[in-house]
């Protein structure tokens, strides 16, 4: 049985925060979902279990139901944002941060894994 884990994830576009999901398949996470309703900006993660190993998409990955986008990335803020592999830049939503896209995620903070 597939393990879960459940991320907040920012939309580059309409920078709004919603919870991602990954399934734990073999050695890899995958993402495999974005949820459409979005969090309140007050909200607060509740807690932090580190996901560690690979980090990928799941192949039935619809996008960022905000844009569209068909990958994800990590600032070096730590946040998880949407990202349009077409393009080589990415510009964090939570922080501004922008630069080129590179390298490989080693591990995310999820809320909950189950």
């Given at each position: 049985?597939a393990e879960n884990a459940w991320l907040n994830?920012?939309?580059?576009?309409?920078?709004?925060?919603?919870?991602?999901?990954?399934?734990?398949?073999?050695?890899?996470?995958?993402?495999?979902?974005?949820?459409?309703?979005?969090?309140?900006e007050e909200a607060t993660m509740p807690g932090r279990v580190t996901m560690t190993g690979s980090?990928?998409?799941?192949?039935?990955?619809?996008?960022?139901?905000?844009?569209?986008?068909?990958?994800?990335?990590?600032?070096?803020?730590?946040?998880?944002?949407?990202?349009?592999?077409?393009?080589?830049?990415?510009?964090?939503?939570?922080?501004?941060?922008?630069?080129?896209?590179?390298?490989?995620?080693?591990?995310?903070?999820?809320?909950?894994?189950?």
């Amino acid at each position: 049985m597939a393990e879960n884990a459940w991320l907040n994830f920012r939309c580059e576009t309409d920078k709004k925060t919603r919870i991602a999901t990954f399934r734990h398949v073999g050695s890899e996470w995958l993402l495999s979902e974005v949820g459409a309703d979005t969090v309140p900006e007050e909200a607060t993660m509740p807690g932090r279990v580190t996901m560690t190993g690979s980090f990928g998409m799941a192949g039935d990955y619809p996008g960022c139901p905000g844009c569209g986008a068909d990958k994800y990335v990590r600032c070096h803020c730590g946040e998880l944002a949407c990202w349009r592999s077409t393009t080589t830049h990415h510009t964090c939503p939570s922080c501004g941060n922008h630069g080129k896209v590179e390298g490989a995620i080693a591990s995310l903070d999820a809320m909950e894994i189950g």
